[in-house]
């Protein structure tokens, strides 16, 4: 019997255990036949890769207007942002975005894009939004987010100060999606000041919308510009006998590595503003933030409820530039090696009177290396 002739309540095991990636390959995995391709489709789309070229691609295609297998089926999201613009070389998911946009609107030419006539800043926030509307309206079974976004590239080599394009608003409308297990965000990019009335004052730090998130996350992995306690702090209304919560990690190094062998900055996040008007947000630089968050995380750990659990913050030292990785649960800290895995385990453990001394660890707010 063909594979084919099984009935659909067969298929649909059969393709889901087959899985996205096989047809990520090859999108000529696709197009078998007509049969095959409405079972393959909906397969595809349960996990997506978008930068900002896919996604400009997405957006003007019309697949995400109306209802449709990207909203019925998303899983998994990648969201990989560059700020160098959209006229980047394509990867090969964007080269394969414009044939999947040719495969469901066969009969209708995709738009084309003028990047002349708005800014790249306004294009691509404009994008996220509109795709931020979509998944937290229709998107009900997606259940792991996973973003990363650089900044622009630098006036200066070594310039440190990357230029900021990602709107807050956006961000947190992201993070309104209701089933998250698996919430990660590495975005050495900072915010862009926004004024829109509709997000009123509390539009001053995405911190509160990861917190509120605390009570169905199984996996947090941060790495933000501004960071603060609040992303550890659980909705007040959340059942605190219960957090699924087994694997959290503050990245508050903002180390970058752009040119073989050289470190071109080494930054660590700074503490969130404070809104305007309000009290005061805490200070003292680096290690009293550290401190903050390190206190905020023991009291998180002891609601985390599965086993076994990983609550971990991680730094790096001057003028070593090695990663620091402080387990919250034990008080150790281990020294991790380049190219590692927030969460892996190493082998070389410092001596553990405390933390990482004044001389090992910073709170300057960067550290060019201009001159080496």
Sequence with gaps: MSLLHLPPETLIPIFKEIGSRFFHEG??????????????????????????????????????????????????LHLELRGDGLGIAAPKHTQESNALVALTRPNEAPPGNNPTEISITTTLNKDLDQLASIITQKSHRLHTLRMRAWGFPRPKPFDNAAEDYLLRPTIQTLLSVGNLRVLVLDLSSGFLNSSSAKHGQHNHHICPAIGALLCTLRTLHLRLCSICPDVLKPQEDADMRFLPLKEVVINLSLMEKQLPGIITSAAHSKRCSPPQGGGGGGGGGLLQLKADLYGQAEALGTQMVSAPKVLRILTHSLPRFETYSLDVLSGKTVILEDGSAWDEDAKTVEDEGGSETESEITSADDVSLQDE
């Design 27 to 76: 999108l000529g995995r696709l197009t078998v036949c007509e049969q095959w391709f409405e079972f393959a489709l909906p397969t595809y789309f349960k996990c997506i890769t978008l930068d900002q070229n896919t996604l400009r691609n997405f957006i003007t295609s019309g697949v995400t207007e109306r209802p449709s297998r990207l909203q019925n089926n998303l899983e998994t």
